[in-house]
Every structure is written in C-alpha cells, then in structure tokens.
C-alpha cells in the first residue's frame, strides 16, 4: 500500500520486493489437486489408507518446488515454509481430518439444563443442520473459518500486536536471542520493519504542513499562497534531508517531524512569554503606583504617633526612677542589719559543730590502729602457718620421690650384674655359629659366581636377539606411519570428491538423467570410503571417550556446587543458633561460690570475703546493678549515635597509610574506644561499619580498593583481637579458687590487666562480622587474580608455531632451542604488579603468602589439567617449552623471598612432574616402578597413564614408553575403575579460605594506633575533636 502511494505522489524511490506466500497457500488450499482437498477426497472412501493418500499426494503434486519426499519413509513428505523446512507425518491424517460429531448430538447436549454440559456443546447454525447427514471434515471447517476471519479483517482496519516469546522454560529476565530472531523471521516482522525504515512513516498534505508549521517562516506566510513552496521553504529553513515532495503530499523519514515540533513549540513559547511579560510590567507598575503613594500618607501618621508616645514614656521613667531610689535604699538598710544578727548566730553553732566531730574523729582513728595491729598480727601469723605446713608438705613429698628413684636405681644396678653375664654367654655361641656360616657362604659364593658367568653368556645372545627384533619393529612402525599419511590423503581427496558431488547434485537435482550417473558414482566412492572409515573409527573412539570424561567433570562440579550450597545453609543455621545461645548466655546471672567451694581453699569466711571484693559491696553484680551499668555504659554511645559521618568518611575516603599503619582503621578503633561502643549492650554503631564496608566493596570501582580494604580490616581486627576481652560477667566461675600463694598470683595477674577493654556481645559480633569481611575479601581479590591470569595460562600450555621443531629442525646430538618465552613473560609481569599493588597497599605479609601460595595452586591445576585434556601439549617440544616456563617462576619466587611466596613452589609438583616426564630420554628404558616413585610420585596411576598415552615424540621421532609397561599400566587402571567412585584424573580446585582466627592473631603484628594523627579532610567533623586534642 505504501509503496502504491509513493508511485502515485511520483517521489524518488526504488521498489523494494518481499516474499509471497501464495505459491504455499495454493499447495494447501487449492482444489482440486490441494493437500486439504486431496485429504478430505480420501477421507471420503473407507478403504483408503495414509499410505494411498500419500501415493497420490505425490502422484499429483511431485513437480511441486514446496513439496519434497523424504529419504526414510514412503508416507512422510517435507514442506517448505516461509520460515524453513517440516516434516508431516500422514500415519493418522485420515482420523483425524473425519468429523464424526452429529449436529443433532450437539443440539440435544446444548439444549441440556446442566450448566457445564449446556457450555461446552454449543448450539449450531442452521447451515451445518442442513448439512449434518453430508460428509464434514476438520480441514475443510478450519479452512471456512480461516476465509471467514480473512473476510472480517479485509473489511476492518485491523492493528496487530506481535507476541513473542522470550524462553522456551517460562522463567523471567531471560531471553534466548536465536529463538526470539527466529520468531520474528517467521512472523514477516524483520520484512515489515525494512520496509517502513527504508520509507516515509510520516506524510501530511501541504495544507495541514502550512497550517501547523507555517509558525517557522512568518516572513513568507504574507507574501505568497504557494502551500508547496511554503513547505519547501519550512524545510530548507529547519536544514532537513530526508524529505520528499510529492504531488499532494510531503513525505518525512521517521524522527523527522520531532524536529519540526520541537522548533514549533519553542516559537510559541517565546512569542507567549512576550506577551506574559509585558502584560506583567503593566501590572506590576500600577501597584507600585498605588502602594507608594498609600505608605507615604501612612508614615506621616505613625511617626507622629510615635513621637508623641515616646515624650510621654520619657516623663514617666523620670518620675519612677525617683521614686525606686528611697524605697531601695529603705529596703537594704533592713535587710542589712537582719543579715548581720544572723551570720552571728550560725557562725557560732558551726564552730562548736566541727570541734566536737574534730574530736570524736581523734578517738575512733585510735580505736581502729588499735584493732587494725592485733588483726595484722592475726593474720600474719595465720598466713606464716599455713605457708609453713604447705612448704613441709612439699619437702616431704619431693623428699620421697627422691628416696624412691634412688631405690630404683639400685634394684637396677643389682639386675644388670646378673644380665651382663647371662649376656656374655649368649654372645660367645653366637660368635661360634656366625663363624660357621661364614665358611659356609665363601663356598656358596664361589659356586654362585660359576654359575653367573653362564647365565651372563647367555642374556647377551638373547640381547643380540632382541636388538635385531626391535631394529625390525622401528622399520614396520615407520612403514604403517607412512601408510596412515597415505591413507589420510586418500581419505581428505575422496571427501572432497564427495563435497563436489553433493554441490552438483543440489545445483542438477531437475536433471534425471545425470543423477542416475552421479549416484553410481557416489556408491562407489562410499565403498571405498567404508574402508578409511573403519580406520578413522578408533580416533573416534579416543574423542568420544574424552567427552564422557568432560561430562563425568560436568557431573562433579554440579555435586560440588549443591553440596556448596547445602554446606551455605548449614552455616546459616548454625549463626543463627550461636546468636541464640549467645543471647541466653548473657542474659543469664553469674550465682555466687558455694560453701563448701570456699571452705576448701584453706580460708577462712573473712579472708574469702577479703580476697573476692570488688567496688561493689557483693560478690557479684545484683540484676538491678548489672542494669544500671549497662544503662551507664550504653549513654556515652547513644549521645555519639549521630556522629557516624566520620566513619562513614572514613570508610567511603582512601585515607592512605603511615608508616605502614592504615591510617582509617586506627581512627576508626579510637573513635569506637573513646565513645565506649565496645562497653555497650545495645548499639547500632557497628552494623552501619559493616554495612558501609559491604556498599563500598559492591561499587564498581571496587575490585582495584580489594587490597587496600584487605589491609584496613585485617588492621582493625588484629586490633579488636589483641585489645578486646569477653567481659566476666559472662563467664562461667570456676569451680575452685587456688588458695594461698597460687591465689594472690591470680589475683595480681587479673589486676594487672588493664590495657584491654571489656567487651559485650554486639561488639563480639562486630568482630565475627569483621571476621567474615576479611575472608571474603581474601576470596573475592583471591578470584578476581584467577580470572584475570587464566586467559595467560592457556597461552602459555601449548608452544607457539614459530618454536615448534616443524619449521625449525634440529639435529637429536644438538641441545633443545630456548622457546620464546613471551607469554610467561606476561606471567612474571603480572605476578611483579600484584607485588607491587599488595606492598604498596601495606598488606600482611600473612595475606600476601597464602594469596600467592593458592594463585600458583590454581596455575598447576589449570596447566596440568590443560596438559590432561589436549593431546596436542603433550610433545617433547612443548614440554621444554613449559620448562623453561616453570624456571622463570622458580627464578620469581627466589627473588621474591620465603617471607611473600611461601612454599609457592611445591605447589607446582604436578606440572613440574608431568613436564619432567615429557623432557626426560630414552623413556622406553624406564619401569613402571621408576616412573612411578622416582619420576612422577605425587600423580596417581590414572594421570601417568593418561599421558604415556597422549605422548609423542614430535621433535626426534622417538618412542614413548614400552608396551609392556603402558599394558601393566591399563590393567591396573581397569581394576582401580571398579573401585573408585569417580573415574576423574583432573585436579579439583581449592575454593576455602586458608587461614582462621587464631591464625591472624598469630600472625599480624600488633600495631601501635596512637601516634596516627587524624587527616586534615576529616578536622572540621565536631566529633573528631578529641583526635585533634589527643595528638
């Protein structure tokens, strides 16, 4: 319709084609010869079968381009659609085409009083009750229905709504891209959408142009009456292309007429802000005009007023200030003289007050030197006799486990006499009998010698025999490897052969007569391409075999995933209890000491009452006392709770470090220290840290702030660990108190513990959390390094081309080339970045050590099991050029110290093995036993057998490993499959965290955060002045 109109108008365009489907709808429809009528003509015998109807299906319509027979099935057939190709199948076209519904049956259940029957059997025209007793078939209702709603829509203007859908699994916020381009091919969307792109969706007559955007050129709209050149005026004033002028219409690409619009309403908007203004001027003046003159007539008024009431004021001030000048001098003269006879009086009732308190404080201070010498010398004396009854206890008891030893080793001395002698009789028959075997074994010796120089003649001959065998077996080895390279060609030539064929078939698929010829010729190629099948069939079997093995990997890391996530849910289960019996533990009272617990000390109740006093009058806190502390301890943090901006700040700025110290964890521990958050039992202080810390790390620039945030919070946690304690308030008491001399050491040593602060249960879960920060930024920097040094690692498997000893060959008596070691190169580069980026960020050298130790884990992982998977990586060349790799991270991790790699090298056994077994001679020599322990100790027997089999000699032509071995080896592979639960020989990669609590407590330093002086960004926050006051 479109295109239609553009010929009308006469406007430049070119006529664009799109596919009709009428050639389709004739092949189905048409009569007589359509498949619908052909159908419903075989319906109409009983005798007729899928298969007759097929037969004459295809008797009629063969010469059809739609219509194609399949290669399998005499009744199948193939129809082209506009989308692509399907296949039907006519087993039971036939039974179901018939419609075996009667319309009296239909109008009888219609007519029923059941609602639900009634529904479902609606009445039918009059037309099909006509008609009820003639033949009716499915396809032809649905074609009379299909010409009905064609009908409806040619007399409509119908607007369609394409559906599509997104998924072939019915789940939200997925879309498959091919599937959905596929149904919008179908749907003839992509044809429509070319064809209005490359039109003009937008078209308006001159007149209805003129008449909206006439706006734009005023100058012209007086002048001249020409609608067409009006319009073309609008148009090269707006500096538009994409326009057509037609007859009656102009046409515009789409986006178009959004310019006009956007230049026509910024017309009409300046044009209606002139007149706004103007009016408003008008306005505004005569206001002014009338207020200015109301204010003049307004101040003259009031300022009279004013002046008169302030004279008034003035008098009146004078005459009262009078006035108030006898009456205060009357008013103090009274009071003086009444102040005066009363200061007397109190003076002396206090005098005699404080001079008998003076005197009965003499008397009791006397008193109590007095009991306090005769308790001191009570005690004293109590205390010198226990002491001398535990040190006699003490003598006595090492005393006689000195005695006892003594007596041992007498007993011992006295056994020993008797045994040497014993012992000496016993070495002089023994001497006798060893000299008789000797004489013994000389003559054994003798005839043994004799009897090896035989058997020495002998294997040489065997020798001499086996060398001349194995000289023949090389030459039938090199004779078969030419054949299979000859075999190889023949096959590559006739599966050329066979792609032309083909080509020439589809291009001549009207001419019968060279098709017969072409399928004589396509037989006898098969049959010899049979034969170079049944070759290729075992390299087959090796691929299929390394697929099972990749789905058996699949299998287990979707078991491992499920049990991740099942280990995740545990671990949520089990916080949650903690917390619970955190909670119960605390809110539980601690009960004081039984008596018998005390008495058994050794003292007396006075002396215990003594020795477990607190400030506090009881032995233990009372539950209104815990309370009041609490509520004590919990004020200074709930008058602090709106200064979180400092560390919010802190958390949010790169505050840097000095001297090694993080400078935002040391500000953040003394602001929590000096607002006591620590001592509290509620606060929320803490979840807005973590919560802070969690926004920070999920930002998109995070992934470069890992290292230092790694650095910040394993600082604040080492600071929480070394200076924090469980308060003892929650501890259980323990069930005896040493008495005596161990007791007052444990008392000292309690009181000397001063440095650390108390700590309550939202702080000891702040410093879980904290805990579970730091792994999870171990593990997040830990996985970002894996991703970005695997793509290198698959470099650096397999060497490149210009290495390898195809292009370059060597003599075998010449030493193997130095590869080029570029991709290590980039290795070493990137290992000497994230040193720099970890120092620079001042992380532990702890942390530094377990990330490089678990980084070179996962480079002999995926490097070993590359090695496994790829038959191409394991040559003799590409070994040497992973050697020379490997040295160069030998050389990196010396260079490195002990103190960052760690024990980074032995993580690389397996490669390092693997790659040693490559490089090594002569492997034919070797046993099982050899390669086993000597060679390759770390991998299993399925990982030695996998790569003798895989391995090839690509530079010297040499061969791998003996038969023999390699079967020894398959046979115990085969038992080992039996008993193994997993057939595997990959190498699983270790997600956990390597490290726990008490491993950094150990390990991370302390850190001194009181010479960290407080940035100059963050002085003006009012809740940092006492950083500034500190330092």
Same mark, same amino acid.
């Given at each position: 319709?479109?295109q239609?109109?553009?010929k009308?108008?006469?406007?430049?365009?070119?006529?664009?084609?799109?596919?009709?489907?009428?050639?389709m709808?004739? !092949?189905i429809?048409?009569?007589?010869i359509?498949i619908?009528?052909?159908?419903?003509?075989a319906?109409? =015998?009983?005798k007729?079968?899928?298969?007759?109807?097929?037969?004459?299906?295809?008797?009629?319509?063969?010469?059809?381009?739609r219509?194609?027979?399949?290669k399998f099935?005499?009744?199948?057939?193939?129809?082209?659609?506009?989308?692509?190709?399907?296949?039907?199948?006519?087993?039971?076209f036939?039974?179901?085409n018939r419609d075996?519904?009667?319309?009296?049956h239909?109008?009888?259940?219609?007519?029923s009083?059941?609602?639900l029957v009634?529904?479902?059997?609606s009445?039918?025209?009059?037309?099909?009750?006509?008609?009820? +007793?003639?033949?009716?078939?499915?396809?032809?209702?649905?074609?009379?229905q299909?010409?009905a709603?064609?009908?409806?829509?040619?007399?409509?203007e119908p607007?369609?709504?394409?559906?599509?859908?997104?998924?072939?699994?019915?789940?939200?916020?997925?879309f498959?891209?091919?599937s959905?381009?596929?149904?919008?091919?179908?749907?003839?969307?992509?044809?429509?959408?070319?064809?209005s792109?490359?039109?003009?969706?937008t078209?308006?007559?001159?007149?209805?142009?003129?008449?909206?955007?006439?706006?734009l050129?005023?100058?012209?709209m007086?002048?001249?009456?020409?609608?067409r050149?009006?319009?073309?005026?609008?148009?090269?004033k707006?500096?538009?292309?994409?326009?057509q002028?037609?007859?009656?219409?102009?046409?515009?690409?789409?986006?178009?007429?959004?310019?006009?619009?956007?230049?026509?309403?910024?017309?009409?908007?300046?044009?209606?802000?002139r007149?706004?203004?103007?009016?408003?001027?008008?306005a505004?003046?005569?206001?002014?005009?009338k207020?200015?003159?109301?204010s003049?007539?307004?101040?003259?008024?009031?300022?009279?007023?004013f002046?008169?009431?302030?004279?008034?004021?003035?008098?009146?001030?004078?005459?009262?200030?009078?006035?108030q000048k006898y009456?205060?001098r009357?008013l103090?003269?009274?009071n003086?003289?009444?102040?005066c006879?009363?200061?007397?009086l109190?003076q002396?009732?206090?005098?005699?007050?404080?001079?008998?308190?003076? =005197?009965s404080?003499?008397?009791?201070q006397?008193?109590?030197?007095?009991i306090?010498?005769f308790?001191?010398?009570?005690?004293v004396?109590?205390?010198?006799?226990?002491?001398?009854?535990?040190?006699?206890?003490?003598?006595?008891?090492?005393r006689q486990?000195?005695?006892?030893?003594?007596?041992?080793?007498?007993?011992?001395?006295?056994?020993?006499?008797?045994?040497l002698r014993?012992?000496?009789n016993?070495l002089?028959?023994?001497?006798?009998? @060893?000299t008789?075997?000797?004489?013994?074994?000389?003559?054994?010796?003798?005839?043994?010698e004799?009897t090896?120089?035989?058997?020495?003649?002998?294997?040489?001959?065997?020798?001499?025999?086996?060398?001349?065998?194995?000289?023949?077996?090389?030459?039938?080895?090199?004779?078969?490897?030419?054949?299979?390279?000859?075999?190889?060609?023949?096959?590559?030539d006739?599966?050329?052969?066979?792609?032309?064929?083909?080509?020439n078939?589809?291009?001549k698929?009207?001419?019968?007569?060279?098709?017969?010829?072409?399928?004589n010729?396509?037989?006898?190629?098969?049959?010899?391409?049979? !034969?170079?099948?049944?070759?290729?069939?075992t390299?087959r079997?090796n691929?299929?075999?390394?697929?099972?093995?990749?789905?058996?990997?699949?299998?287990?890391?979707?078991?491992?995933?499920?049990?991740?996530?099942?280990l995740?849910?545990?671990?949520?289960n089990l916080?949650?209890?903690?917390?619970?019996?955190r909670?119960?533990?605390f809110?539980i009272?601690?009960?004081?000491?039984?008596e018998?617990?005390? &008495?058994?000390?050794g003292?007396?109740?006075?002396?215990?009452?003594?020795?477990?006093?607190?400030?506090?009058?009881?032995?233990?806190p $009372?539950?209104?006392?815990?309370?009041?502390?609490?509520r004590?301890?919990?004020?200074?943090?709930?008058?602090?709770?709106g200064?979180?901006?400092i560390?919010?700040?802190?958390?949010?700025?790169?505050?840097? =470090?000095?001297?090694?110290?993080?400078?935002?964890?040391?500000?953040?521990y003394?602001?929590?220290?000096?607002w006591?958050?620590?001592?509290?039992?509620?606060?929320?202080?803490?979840?807005?840290v973590?919560?802070?810390?969690?926004d920070?790390?999920?930002?998109?620039?995070a992934?470069?702030?890992?290292?230092?945030?790694? $650095?910040?919070?394993?600082?604040?946690?080492?600071?929480?660990?070394?200076?924090?304690r469980?308060?003892?308030?929650?501890?259980?008491?323990?069930?005896r108190?040493?008495?005596?001399l161990?007791g007052?050491?444990?008392?000292?040593?309690?009181?000397?513990?001063t440095?650390?602060?108390?700590?309550?249960?939202p702080?000891?879960?702040?410093?879980?959390?904290?805990?579970?920060c730091?792994?999870?930024i171990?593990g997040?920097?830990?996985?970002?390094?894996?991703?970005?040094?695997?793509p290198?690692?698959?470099?650096?498997?397999q060497?490149?081309?210009?290495?390898?000893?195809g292009?370059a060959?060597?003599?075998?008596?010449?030493?193997?080339?130095?590869?080029?070691n570029s991709?290590?190169?980039?290795i070493?580069s990137?290992l &000497?970045?994230?040193?720099?980026?970890?120092?620079?960020?001042?992380?532990p050298?702890f =942390?530094?050590?377990?990330?490089?130790t678990?980084?070179?884990?996962?480079?002999?992982?995926?490097?070993? &099991?590359?090695?496994?998977?790829r038959r191409e990586c394991?040559?003799?060349?590409?070994?040497?050029?992973v050697?020379?790799g490997?040295?160069l @991270?030998?050389?990196w991790?010396?260079?490195v110290?002990?103190?960052?790699a760690?024990?980074?090298?032995?993580?690389?056994n397996?490669i390092?093995?693997a790659?040693?077994?490559?490089v090594?001679?002569q492997?034919?020599?070797k046993?099982?036993?050899?390669?086993?322990?000597?060679?390759c100790?770390?991998?299993?027997?399925?990982?030695?057998?996998?790569?003798?089999?895989?391995y090839?000699?690509?530079?010297?032509?040499?061969?791998g490993?003996?038969?023999?071995?390699?079967a020894?080896?398959?046979?115990?592979?085969?038992?080992?499959?039996q008993?193994?639960?997993? &057939?595997?020989?990959?190498?699983?990669?270790?997600?956990s965290?390597?490290? $726990?609590?008490?491993?950094?407590?150990?390990a991370i330093?302390?850190?001194? +955060?009181a010479?960290?002086?407080?940035?100059?960004?963050l002085?003006?926050?009012?809740s940092?002045?006492f950083?500034?006051?500190?330092?």
């Open positions: 319709m479109e239609e109109e553009y009308s108008e006469k406007i430049n365009w070119s006529y664009i084609e799109f596919i009709d489907n009428q050639d709808l004739d !092949l429809e048409k009569k007589p359509g619908i009528a052909l159908l419903d003509e319906c109409m =015998f009983p007729s079968t899928h298969a007759t109807f097929a037969s004459k299906m295809f008797r009629n319509l063969s010469s059809h381009p219509l194609e027979k399949t099935s005499e009744t199948d057939f193939t129809i082209s659609h506009y989308a692509g190709k399907v296949t039907y199948q006519t087993d039971s036939l039974e179901k075996y519904i009667v319309a009296e239909c109008n009888l259940l219609s007519s009083r059941c609602s009634s529904g479902l059997f009445s039918l025209p009059e037309e099909s009750l006509r008609s009820s +007793y003639k033949f009716s078939s499915v396809a032809s209702r649905f074609k009379q299909l010409q709603l064609m009908e409806t829509l040619s007399s409509t607007h369609y709504v394409r559906c599509v859908k997104p998924n072939s699994v019915n789940r939200p916020q997925l498959e891209n091919q959905v381009l596929h149904q919008l091919r179908c749907g003839g969307v992509l044809e429509a959408v070319r064809i792109l490359a039109g003009y969706p078209r308006r007559t001159y007149a209805e142009f003129v008449d909206r955007f006439g706006v050129v005023p100058e012209l007086f002048g001249s009456h020409d609608e050149a009006l319009t073309e005026a609008v148009l090269e707006m500096k538009l292309d994409n326009f002028l037609g007859r009656n219409k102009v046409f515009l690409r789409a986006g178009q007429i959004a310019i006009l619009d956007v230049r026509r309403a910024e017309v009409l908007d300046n044009a209606a802000r007149i706004q203004s103007c009016f408003r001027t008008f505004a003046r005569k206001e002014f005009v207020t200015k003159k109301a003049i007539s307004l101040q003259a008024y009031c300022r009279g007023c002046a008169r009431k302030m004279y008034k004021i003035r008098r009146e001030t004078a005459a009262a200030i009078i006035l009456a205060r009357l103090l003269q009274r003086y003289h009444e102040a006879s009363a200061a007397l109190i002396s009732c206090i005098r005699g007050f404080i001079a008998r308190r003076y =005197f404080a003499i008397r009791e006397k008193a109590a030197l007095v306090q010498s308790w001191r010398k009570r005690k004396a109590m205390l010198f006799q226990h002491y001398k009854q535990a040190t006699i206890a003490i003598q006595c008891a090492w486990k000195l005695a006892r030893r003594e007596l041992r080793k007498l007993r011992m001395t006295a056994n020993e006499a008797g045994a014993e012992a000496k016993k002089e028959k023994k001497l006798d009998d @060893l008789l075997r000797l004489t013994l074994e000389r003559r054994m010796r003798a005839a043994g004799e090896k120089l035989v058997e020495i003649s002998k294997r040489d001959k065997i020798i001499e025999t086996l060398s001349a065998e194995c000289a023949a077996a090389k030459l039938s080895a090199r004779s078969e490897h030419d054949k299979n390279l000859i075999l190889q060609r023949q096959l590559d006739s599966l050329r052969e066979i792609s032309m064929l083909r080509s078939k589809i291009l698929a009207e001419e019968e007569n060279e098709n017969s010829n072409l399928k010729i396509v037989e006898s190629l098969s049959e010899k391409n049979s !034969l170079l099948e049944n070759e290729l069939s390299a079997k691929s299929d075999d390394t697929m099972e093995k990749l789905k058996d990997v699949e299998g287990k890391c979707t078991r491992l995933q499920q049990n991740l996530d099942k995740q849910e545990k671990l949520t916080e949650n209890e903690n917390h619970v019996l909670q119960k533990a809110s009272t601690p009960k004081p000491l039984p018998k617990f005390a &008495n058994s000390t003292l007396t109740n006075s002396e215990q009452k003594r020795t477990f006093e607190t400030p506090p009058p009881t032995k233990y $009372s539950p209104i006392q815990h309370s009041t502390g609490s004590r301890a919990r004020l200074p943090v709930e008058r602090h709770e200064n979180h901006e560390l919010l700040s802190c958390i949010k700025e790169n505050l840097g =470090f000095k001297d090694g110290k993080p400078v935002a964890a040391c500000i953040i003394r602001c929590l220290l000096h006591r958050a620590f001592e509290s039992e509620r606060t929320a202080i803490f979840d807005h973590i919560e802070a810390i969690n920070v790390l999920k930002a998109k620039e992934d470069g702030r890992l290292p230092y945030w790694l $650095s910040n919070t394993s600082a604040l946690l080492c600071l929480l660990q070394k200076n924090l469980s308060n003892g308030f929650f501890g259980t008491p323990s069930r108190s040493a008495g005596g161990g007052k050491l444990a008392q000292l040593a309690g009181r000397g513990d440095a650390q602060v108390d700590a309550r249960y702080a000891i879960l702040f410093k879980q959390q904290l805990t579970a730091v792994e999870k171990f997040q920097l830990r996985d970002n390094l894996k991703k970005e040094i695997s290198l690692l698959s470099l650096c498997i060497a490149p081309k210009s290495t390898r000893p292009k060959p060597k003599a075998p008596g010449v030493s193997a080339q130095q590869p080029s991709h290590w190169d980039n070493v990137f &000497n970045l994230l040193m720099d980026t970890l120092r620079e960020n001042h992380v050298s =942390f530094i050590r377990k990330l490089i678990q980084l070179f884990s996962f480079v002999n992982i995926q490097l070993f &099991n590359s090695l496994l998977l394991c040559t003799f060349s590409n070994g040497e050029y050697k020379a490997l040295s @991270l030998e050389k991790i010396t260079d110290s002990e103190e960052f760690g024990t980074s090298w032995h993580e690389l397996y390092r093995q790659v040693g077994f490559l090594i001679h492997k034919r020599k046993t099982l036993e050899e390669i086993s322990q000597d060679l100790p770390s991998l299993s027997l399925r990982q030695i057998y996998r790569i003798c089999s895989m090839w000699d690509d530079k010297y032509n040499t061969q490993i003996s038969n023999e071995v390699v020894a080896m398959r046979e115990m592979v085969n038992k080992d499959t008993n193994l639960a997993s &057939n595997s020989f990959l190498l699983d990669d270790d997600l965290i390597p490290f $726990s609590t008490e491993d950094l407590s150990i330093p302390a850190i001194d +955060y010479d960290v002086e407080l940035p100059e960004s002085h003006h926050y009012p940092a002045q950083l500034l006051t500190a330092s």
